[in-house]
């Protein structure tokens, strides 16, 4: 067991900074952590910090946060980061994040001597649970290297992918292949279902051919009986997302003739009534649209109506 010699500090202990929180202090390193609902705090092992300011003892802060509208808050508002920062700090943004901002609360921070990694991860909560996350990081290989007894905690693989903002551009690339091919194969499903085809065995022909895809393989043979591995990114999550990848390619000036077919995959699920729960779930708002076919024929209503 690794004992820290100082407490890090984590924004965000949710379904991901929870279980990563968990994972740091199993591993044997204090964590004094903040949340919007203090409730989370004790679950996830960590010792509650009275506020964001309380966390300038931190020489490691680490934020798990929703988008870069939370994040900029929590940087740049009153009582926030940036005000209480000191030389030395080093801050990871293991979240989800538009890499324009990301790289502006880079500057922001360097101005007072903190250091600044945008570390996106990939794996989900099974992996945050095994601690076999993956990893993408953006920032100076130095404050890197002083985190990793950190990181090692929670995460298998981590890869040092450039400058400030090339991790959670690294984190966009990768989401919106995640988006496209669980709406892709979310409409195969269907569409097997409504043919009458047997879709284990149609899933046993496409994890065998080309169309494999990670949905194929470790979404959907679950999901078509009846698991549909609740608590993992949410149909709002998958859209904000794919929307941060549509706003990427823009900015690189990189025609996407797929992103705005599955921006309205998960919109439109989301309008029908599945934004809270896991994004899995545009199966069945696609099966809505097919008139009423479900993949899983004892998969529940969630509906909002």
């Not at 199966?283 to 024929?297: C, H, K, T, Y």
Request: with cysteine.
């Amino acid at each position: 067991m690794t004992v820290s010699l100082a407490p890090a500090g984590m924004v965000g202990v949710g379904n991901m900074g929870g279980r990563m929180t968990g994972r740091m202090v199993e591993a044997g390193h204090e964590v004094l952590a903040v949340d919007a609902d203090p409730a989370r705090v004790p679950a996830s092992g960590a010792r509650p910090a009275a506020s964001l300011a309380d966390l300038a003892r931190c020489d490691v802060i680490m934020m798990s946060l929703p988008d870069s509208s939370v994040i900029e808050s929590v940087v740049r508002g009153p009582g926030g980061l940036l005000e209480h920062a000191r030389a030395g700090q080093v801050i990871v943004d293991l979240s989800t994040a538009d890499p324009k901002s990301t790289r502006a609360l880079h500057d922001a921070l360097a101005g007072r001597g903190v250091r600044y990694l945008d570390a996106g991860i990939s794996g989900g909560a099974a992996a945050a649970d095994k601690g076999t996350l993956t990893l993408m990081v953006g920032g100076d290989a130095e404050p890197l290297d002083q985190v990793r007894p950190l990181l090692a905690a929670f995460s298998a693989n981590v890869h040092h992918m450039g400058a400030s903002g090339s991790g959670h551009v690294t984190k966009v690339l990768n989401n919106f292949l995640n988006g496209v091919t669980l709406a892709a194969t979310a409409e195969v499903m269907v569409a097997g279902k409504k043919a009458g085809l047997d879709l284990a065995q149609l899933l046993d022909v496409i994890n065998s051919s080309s169309g494999v895809n990670y949905a194929s393989l470790n979404r959907f043979p679950r999901i078509i009986k009846g698991d549909y591995l609740e608590g993992g990114l949410t149909g709002k999550l998958m859209a904000k997302d794919v929307r941060l990848y549509l706003s990427l390619a823009d900015d690189l000036g990189v025609t996407t003739l797929v992103g705005p077919g599955t921006l309205t995959a998960f919109g439109v699920a989301n309008a029908l009534g599945y934004g809270d729960v896991i994004s899995n779930r545009v199966v069945d708002a696609l099966g809505d649209l097919a008139g009423g076919v479900r993949v899983a024929d004892d998969s529940r209503d969630v509906q909002s109506g």
